[in-house]
């Protein structure tokens, strides 16, 4: 029985395990690495967050993005956005070098056994470990607006579904949404010579400013300080202070986790959409139809703030709609598990302080966890809290286990990397 299985290998399941690793425990991982970058984010699109500030983890420091770029004859620079097809490549680099050897079968269930779990792989092998770390990224949690999930996929989808836009070209396309996610997938349809357009609740889109540079005055960067999730004093208590986030009130937490860093487009992709795509503000899709027979088309029916109603007629609908992370949606979990968690006011499960879940032994990481520990853990960087705070409390869940049992807790190696950074 390993010490510790890891689902998920993503940024966040491949951080826990390389410090997993370092600590000297016995694991195993499942999951394809870096899967949903690879197979569900369209190529074109760019890493909005800042090079410096996407760093998967481990417990030297020594897989970085900066070193893999390097070694590709890239500059990673402040300010400069990183292609997505690149920081997907860089994961699968740090997954073959900062992390043992990772089984690309996914994992259908998860369900206690004596001891500890029992993890199910698509082809019906059982893994057993004493504790889990469930990574699972976003795409459980794919958030498709109510009125629109009686349409098949032929005339609605959600934007995480797409790797290639080429299917849409020449056809009329309308993306919900006004976040990052809209708007890039937004400017690379009208790129690919689709009729698009943006339909958003907001009454005006937001951008976000181009950075400033990170050389600055004292007074500058005490005024605003850089942060992984940028720059001024909230955004670095978010980013730099996960474990005292925790400490706020319920109630605040889950209001600050579904409101900060709301929606807004990069600046690098602002004159890409004003220039080519159709921008409707102020609606919301209240009722979806289908066009005639045979998946031809669309008929959404709008209503604004003011209660005037409208309509318009596409060939696709695009959501860009979000994820919700929350208890129900996590389908993996045997029901003995998923009932039993113990969750907060806005259905996500909650955690301890190091992302135990209410079941003894069942850690969480992610997005899944941004009720619990704030906005930092929608993005990448909160992948080095997470992972360095997550293992120590599958050493301390361990260790009380093993003065229960008699059992022996390994100690930590001092090496994890099995490769030069060459």
């Not at 001891?115 to 990574?135: H, K, S």
């Not at 690919?192 to 357009?197: E, L, M």
Request: glycine share 12%; net charge positive; charged share 20%.
């Amino acid at each position: 029985m390993y010490d510790l299985l890891v689902v998920g290998a993503g940024p966040y399941g491949l951080s826990i395990a390389s410090h997993a690793a370092g600590a000297g425990l016995r694991l195993r991982v499942l999951g394809r690495p870096m899967a949903s970058w690879r197979d569900h984010m369209p190529r074109g699109m760019y890493l909005k967050s800042e090079p410096w500030a996407s760093n998967l983890s481990d417990p030297d420091g020594r897989w970085r993005l900066d070193t893999y770029c390097a070694g590709q004859g890239v500059e990673a620079r402040h300010g400069q956005p990183i292609p997505l097809e690149m920081f997907a490549s860089y994961g699968q680099w740090f997954a073959r070098n900062a992390v043992p050897e990772v089984d690309e079968r996914t994992v259908t269930r998860v369900a206690p056994v004596a001891g500890g779990f029992e993890a199910v792989t698509e082809d019906g092998e059982t893994v057993r470990a004493r504790t889990v770390a469930l990574a699972v990224g976003v795409l459980p949690f794919v958030e498709i607006p109510a009125a629109l999930r009686a349409l098949g996929p032929g005339l609605v989808s959600h934007s995480s579904h797409h790797s290639d836009l080429d299917r849409f070209r020449d056809r009329d396309v309308t993306v919900i949404g006004g976040g990052q996610a809209a708007l890039e997938t937004a400017a690379l349809l009208a790129e690919r010579g689709s009729r698009v357009r943006v339909l958003a609740r907001a009454e005006q889109l937001n951008w976000n400013e181009v950075p400033p540079p990170w050389e600055r005055s004292w007074w500058r960067s005490a005024r605003a300080p850089h942060s992984g999730l940028g720059c001024g004093w909230r955004n670095w208590f978010y980013s730099e202070r996960p474990n005292l986030f925790r400490r706020l009130p319920e109630p605040t937490r889950a209001r600050i986790a579904a409101t900060a860093l709301g929606p807004a487009g990069a600046w690098w992709v602002r004159d890409r959409v004003e220039s080519a795509v159709e921008i409707v503000l102020g609606q919301e899709v209240m009722q979806a139809r289908e066009l005639g027979g045979g998946g031809s088309g669309v008929r959404l029916d709008t209503v604004t703030r003011s209660g005037e109603r409208r309509s318009l007629e596409t060939e696709h609908v695009i959501a860009a709609t979000g994820f919700r992370a929350t208890c129900d949606r996590l389908g993996l979990l045997d029901p003995q598990l998923g009932s039993g968690l113990g969750t907060l006011g806005d259905g996500s499960p909650a955690v301890g302080r190091h992302f135990e879940s209410s079941y003894p032994g069942l850690f969480l990481a992610g997005l899944v966890t941004a009720s619990g520990f704030g906005p930092a853990m929608r993005f990448v960087h909160g992948a080095t809290f997470t992972a360095e705070t997550l293992v120590r409390g599958v050493r301390r869940r361990l260790r009380a286990e093993a003065r229960a049992g008699g059992a022996v807790v390994p100690g930590p190696r001092r090496r994890v990397g099995v490769r030069s950074a060459g």
